[in-house]
């Protein structure tokens, strides 16, 4: 099971590579063949051109990864790792700036959702004190 995930990411990192490899020349060739200016023929050996390049070679083909398990789903892209990755590493205290989220919504506390940052929690007198309520 261990070998399926490295492989997994191992797989995605080299399509990562042939990405940016191949980047310019499947920009160029895509540029010739959307210039209506261009002969059609010249068109029609642009687009053999592109057919040619790896498939891998194409930004479509990445996915976004959890970097621990190898998930493609539910992946957050600025930590690279997935949602269940992401709650048991910030429960346990891993991540620096994540907490626990506690929100006031109609004087009842509710909690269960992470939040990013460390802002202060909102306090019940002060919800009440805009209201114009004591």
Not at 14 to 30: H, N, P, S, T, V
Not at 32 to 53: G, N, T, V, Y
Not at 63 to 76: E, H, K, L, Q
Request: proline share 4%; net charge positive; glycine share 6%.
């Amino acid at each position: 099971m261990e070998v399926r995930r490295e492989n997994r990411n191992i797989h995605d990192n080299q399509r990562r590579q042939l990405a940016e490899k191949y980047e310019l020349k499947r920009k160029l060739f895509k540029a010739f063949l959307r210039d209506p200016e261009i002969p059609a023929e010249l068109r029609e050996q642009q687009q053999c051109k592109l057919a040619k390049l790896p498939r891998n070679s194409s930004f479509t083909r990445l996915r976004n990864r959890c970097i621990f398990t190898g998930r493609p789903r539910g992946v957050y892209s600025f930590f690279r790792m997935s949602r269940i990755v992401f709650r048991e590493l910030a429960n346990k205290g891993a991540l620096q700036g994540i907490k626990k989220a506690s929100c006031v919504k109609l004087g009842k506390l509710k909690s269960g959702a992470l939040r990013v940052g460390t802002q202060a929690p909102v306090q019940l007198s002060s919800v009440h004190a805009a209201d114009g309520k004591e």
